[in-house]
């Protein structure tokens, strides 16, 4: 059977189409990075989320994204923490324990997907009145972020590693 001009066209066309698609690979945002992100390109934002155990815990999340849509690896764990006042006093806060042991996982970062550490605290009325938490993250290299707290806690806290979000 023979085929007509205008279908060995087509038939040209889609060839070609396919060999352009399968020589540029996968899109880029499907790529898994294989370097850690740099302190220029991650944001933290901490919030409060809806604690497992609602009765006797609050649960709050310092999320990270990159900004200008960059894809890169987090791991480790957030160091040098300090926690402020809403007039920007140093508050002394205590951790019960700090499970941010290795291993560490690489958890992959950008405009889709975030990393996450979460931070407990008892439930209950009253507690200090955080405004803002400081901390060095493991980027490369090292940084030093500052970001707002979103209310009052009562501690101990307990802190995580930097892990994939948990839905």
Known sequence: ??????????????????????????????????????ADEVMPRIGEGSSPRPGTT?????????VNGTSCLLSGALDFIRFYDTSGRPLDVRFSTKAAVAPFEDVWVDGFRWAAVYISSPAGDGGMPIGSMAFSAPTTPAAEFTAAWPGPVNGPLYISKITAPVS
């Open 58 to 66: 609050r649960l709050f999340t310092v999320g990270f994204r990159t």
């Open 1 to 38: 059977m023979k085929k007509s001009r205008h279908a060995r066209a087509l038939t040209a066309v889609a060839l070609a189409a396919a060999a352009v698609l399968s020589a540029a690979g996968p899109a880029s945002a499907d790529v898994r990075p294989t370097r850690h992100c740099a």
